[in-house]
């Protein structure tokens, strides 16, 4: 049966990779080949103006290919769940297999769309295809701004009391995520529960992209150097101008971040810039940390290799 006349009932191609690494242009160039559309897996995306920042694929870069969970919600003070995206990820990808099911007996055999969930933010993707439950504790925005007057070493000296087992696994530089344990402890007075996860509902293939120290090094300073050239800079200030404080600016860390700092004359341009670098540097490293634990992954250097690993699974 060829490639074009195979129907994708449940099929499920994960591109990962750290931040640089070129996730967005192998899944477009993959998409194309193989009859696809991409679901986007970063927890920045999902937010309206935030372009540059983030690398939001464009137009123009997508060449046709349909894009979802881009430009979900405003980046105002209320924050997009992984329960939020678990289940609208979910709805994307459905739709996206609705589409090789033949909607006439006589049109069987029609050609199989394939969804591509692309991204760096590992909770996302594995809340999708781990289809983890997730705890539904609603935000305690009281609580929360009390916990965000503490510093990241208090808030984790915090949670190493109250959950020991969970301060072994979370990233204790993540001000957000340690927040959000904290929260769901103290509001179920309870230890943050394990992620239980359910069967699969899907046959998967987990593409990740593998690069060098070095090579992520130069490809972050490249894409720096080109997100600043057209702009970043000039779309920060448009969101401060639309309402954003700086405090939640600076929440979306990295990019955004630092230039909010520069803005306020907190910090130079060149120490904007090496922040930027730096901070996106160990965000690749922790992110690979994160994508090592998951023995499924097939690791690929180039478009050619993770083409045929995905010509493979596709006619299996």
């Not at 194309?32 to 986007?40: I, P």
């Not at 590992?122 to 701004?145: N, S, T």
């Not at 984790?156 to 927040?179: C, G, H, V």
Request: with cysteine; net charge positive; aromatic share 8%.
């Amino acid at each position: 049966m060829g490639l074009k006349r195979k129907i994708m009932l449940n099929k499920l191609i994960v591109i990962i990779g750290p931040t640089a690494s070129g996730k967005t242009d192998l899944s477009i160039k993959l998409a194309k080949k193989f009859n696809g559309e991409v679901v986007s897996a970063d927890s920045r995306q999902v937010y309206k103006g935030m372009d540059i920042g983030t690398g939001k694929v464009t137009k123009k870069e997508m060449k046709g290919i349909p894009h979802y969970l881009l430009d979900v919600v405003p980046p105002g003070r209320e924050r997009f769940t992984v329960v939020q995206y678990q289940k609208l990820a979910l709805k994307a990808i459905k739709k996206i297999h609705k589409k090789s099911l033949p909607s006439h007996p006589a049109k069987r055999g029609s050609n199989g769309k394939i969804p591509f969930l692309v991204g760096g933010t590992g909770f996302y993707i594995q809340a999708v295809v781990d289809g983890i439950v997730i705890p539904e504790v609603k935000p305690d925005w009281k609580l929360r701004k009390k916990l965000e007057k503490k510093n990241i070493q208090e808030l984790f000296k915090m949670l190493k009391k109250l959950d020991a087992r969970r301060a072994k696994t979370i990233e204790s530089k993540n001000k957000r995520r340690l927040i959000r344990a904290l929260e769901i402890i103290i509001k179920t007075k309870k230890p943050v529960p394990l992620l239980k996860k359910k069967l699969s509902q899907f046959e998967l293939l987990i593409i990740g992209i593998k690069k060098s120290p070095d090579e992520l090094r130069e490809l972050i300073r490249k894409r720096l150097l080109k997100r600043l050239k057209i702009g970043m800079i000039a779309e920060i200030k448009k969101l401060k101008k639309s309402g954003l404080s700086w405090k939640r600016l600076e929440e979306f860390g990295l990019e955004y971040k630092y230039i909010a700092q520069y803005l306020q004359k907190k910090i130079t341009y060149d120490e904007m810039a090496e922040k930027i670098q730096k901070e996106s540097e160990h965000y690749a490293k922790r992110q690979m940390t994160w994508f090592k634990r998951d023995k499924r992954i097939k690791w690929i250097r180039n478009y050619s290799e993770a083409k045929k690993i995905a010509k493979k699974f596709i006619l299996c």
